[in-house]
């Protein structure tokens, strides 16, 4: 499967071709089109099989076939479990937000607050975050999630293995919204608070699960 068989717009095609990408991966193949048609997806593949594009080609299509949708709140919400994969995450947002009009921002637990709270007054479409910090913003209200379209959990095992339970379930309940597509990625689909997780946040959801067992 190649990157240009899924539809892509222009702009995102040729971030991807910049790349250097031209072959898709197994979870890409399965998870980006189902995706691009609205579904919430819970989705799993091994680490380095390429999961971060499989959501951020997603998002990126969302928010640019819909241009008006939301003004002031962020439209895309993505967490990580840690410092390092939030990272890892909005350095590849970035290669396709820039030069682009969508602004996107990174809240990290241990960073300064102040500077975060200036940074989301300035409204970015794209919020890449730690969950502990995030739901810190949210209860301080510096950020609201109302407008929210799409909320992404890469490594929800892992989230849920750090304890950051009560931080997803604030988030979710902030981000209740009509239009809000939801994808879910795991290394594994077989965890109990997973798939309990899955129940409660994502809506009539795909399953992709690439090199399981089961
Ligand atoms: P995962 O989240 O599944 O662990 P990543 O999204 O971090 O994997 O991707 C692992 C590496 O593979 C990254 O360096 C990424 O740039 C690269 N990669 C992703 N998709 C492709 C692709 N279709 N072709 C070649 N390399 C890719
Ligand atoms: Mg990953």
Redesign the pocket.
């Known amino acids: 499967m190649q ?1 240009t068989d899924f539809g892509l717009d222009k702009r995102l095609m040729s971030a991807v071709e910049h ?7 197994q ?2 193949y399965e998870a980006i089109p189902l995706a691009m048609q609205g579904h919430d997806l819970i989705a799993s ?10 959501f951020i080609l997603p998002a990126m299509q969302r928010v640019s076939r819909n241009k008006a949708l939301s003004k002031k709140d962020p439209r895309v919400l993505i967490l990580t479990p840690t410092r390092e994969l939030a990272k ?2 909005f350095g ?1 947002l970035k290669m396709f937000t820039s030069g682009s009009s969508f602004k996107a921002v990174l809240i990290l637990g241990g960073e300064n607050f102040n500077d975060q709270v200036k940074a989301l007054e300035k409204d970015p479409h794209f919020v890449v975050a730690t969950p502990g910090r995030l739901a810190d913003h949210l209860t301080k209200g510096h950020l609201y999630l109302q407008g929210l379209e799409m909320l992404i959990l ?2 929800a095992d892992r989230m849920l293995d750090l304890g950051f339970a009560k931080e997803l379930n604030l988030i979710n309940e902030r981000a209740d919204h009509r239009k809000r597509q939801t994808l879910m ?1 795991s290394a594994t689909l077989d965890h109990a608070q997973v798939n309990e997780f899955g129940k409660k946040l994502l809506k009539n959801p795909k399953r992709v699960a690439v090199g399981a067992a089961h």
């Open positions: 990157f790349l250097g990408f031209e072959q898709a991966t979870i890409q593949s091994k680490t380095g099989s390429g999961k971060t594009l499989a890892q995450v590849q890469d490594e990625f």
